[in-house]
């Protein structure tokens, strides 16, 4: 078993300042592509009208965007493995700029849902990698509280990306948004761009190994011969299957349920990334309080009772804090999880954190796809409160499994 307080590979050499230089731009294209990411949950009520179709037919987008990125995560974390993280970061994020400005220009819900699709497969090369390349620099006693801080890019990223939504989508139309965000990545793939060539960047050696679909297959074998990588991938697969497939349903929710404006629900979507930012602020003394068995146990319960007390809301002034209570309650869990997908195979480092992120968006996409249909024959209701029992289900497990792992370490 590797020891937790080993010295990252790529550490040595790396200078305090070079780390947080790059942590900044990672940061911003975690900003961009979290935005990217989230864009179309406060724009569905619009898709649906444009494309006269349902609420729950329109949430394809979501599922395009969920299911590319989390399929080819297995493809990316061995290319950044073999030929560099940051590089691969780069291109990933000048594709998916590409591609969102050409949903912008879609004439059909099919080329949309393509573009969505060729957005997401793109853009999977951003965010897992980039905690990988943060797990081969910063030592694990300090990581997750360094994850928490990168995660803020992507956090200010969603609630940019959900309020935008709503927001440029009430006063210019949904196709503005895709093309302010792709215009977005663009910059952002310039900039890391420029790190690359800077040749300053704090990296972890490029693997040796032979690269190719026989070595990945048989890599992604090798690590899912581990029970605690089985472990980790399975938990986030549920987290994203039963929390995000409810809380991408939100904004359409607070729309027709409630009946707030585009607008006013892209920002009220905004809470659940402002209950993010709060675990951030506080993530420090969280830590060194509850531990990582307390914050799964804790955060998974807070966002189980917040679902519960969405679906059950009378009005509006009741949903709003239970977005930003779930926002809150899925990033203490989340995080926890992170940390343990840096760790949980030092070897193959970026091959094991795209493992993770996979089994996460593969969860939210299906969650998604079968969400939509049933909340177009049911509604929302049933979907948020089956959703609450299982993430307080799925919370509890993953503590105990944190303390008996603790407890042989």
Do not use: C
């Amino acid at each position: 078993m590797t020891t937790r307080q080993e010295a990252p590979p790529g550490a040595a050499g790396a200078g305090e300042a070079d780390v947080l230089r790059t942590m900044f731009v990672l940061a911003t294209a975690a900003f961009a592509s979290s935005a990217s990411m989230r864009v179309t949950d406060a724009l569905l009520p619009q898709l649906a009208d444009q494309f006269a179709t349902t609420t729950g037919t329109a949430a394809i987008v979501i599922t395009a965007f969920s299911l590319a990125y989390g399929l080819l995560q297995i493809i990316y974390g061995p290319i950044g493995d073999r030929f560099g993280k940051i590089a691969t970061i780069a291109g990933g994020t000048a594709l998916a700029g590409i591609a969102t400005m050409l949903a912008g220009f879609a004439g059909s819900f099919e080329m949309l849902v393509a573009m969505r699709f060729a957005s997401g497969a793109t853009a999977a090369a951003i965010i897992p990698l980039a905690l990988a390349w943060i797990g081969d620099v910063v030592p694990y006693e300090r990581r997750q509280q360094t994850l928490a801080r990168f995660m803020f890019g992507g956090i200010t990223g969603l609630i940019f990306g959900q309020a935008a939504g709503g927001i440029v989508g009430d006063l210019v139309g949904w196709r503005a948004v895709f093309w302010m965000l792709g215009g977005l990545l663009l910059l952002t793939a310039a900039a890391l761009a420029f790190e690359v060539l800077s040749g300053r960047i704090p990296r972890r050696r490029s693997s040796s190994t032979p690269f190719g679909l026989h070595h990945m297959a048989t890599g992604l074998a090798v690590l899912l011969a581990r029970p605690w990588v089985r472990t980790i991938a399975a938990i986030v697969f549920w987290e994203g299957f039963l929390l995000n497939s409810a809380l991408a349903f939100m904004g359409a929710d607070l729309h027709h349920r409630f009946g707030l404006s585009l607008t006013a629900s892209g920002l009220g979507l905004g809470l659940i990334g402002l209950g993010g930012a709060a675990y951030i602020v506080a993530a420090r003394p969280l830590v060194r309080r509850l531990g990582e068995p307390g914050l799964a146990r804790v955060g998974g319960l807070l966002a189980a009772i917040a679902l519960a007390a969405f679906a059950l809301a009378p009005n509006w002034l009741v949903a709003l804090p239970a977005v930003f209570a779930a926002g809150l309650g899925f990033y203490m869990h989340h995080n926890t999880l992170q940390t343990n997908a840096t760790q949980m195979a030092p070897d193959a480092r970026g091959s094991a954190v795209a493992l993770f992120a996979s089994s996460y968006f593969l969860g939210q996409a299906i969650g998604v796809a079968l969400v939509g249909a049933v909340v177009d024959r049911i509604g929302t209701v049933p979907v948020m409160l089956a959703a609450a029992a299982g993430v307080a289900v799925l919370a509890l497990d993953y503590a105990r499994r944190l303390v008996r792992r603790a407890a042989t370490d």
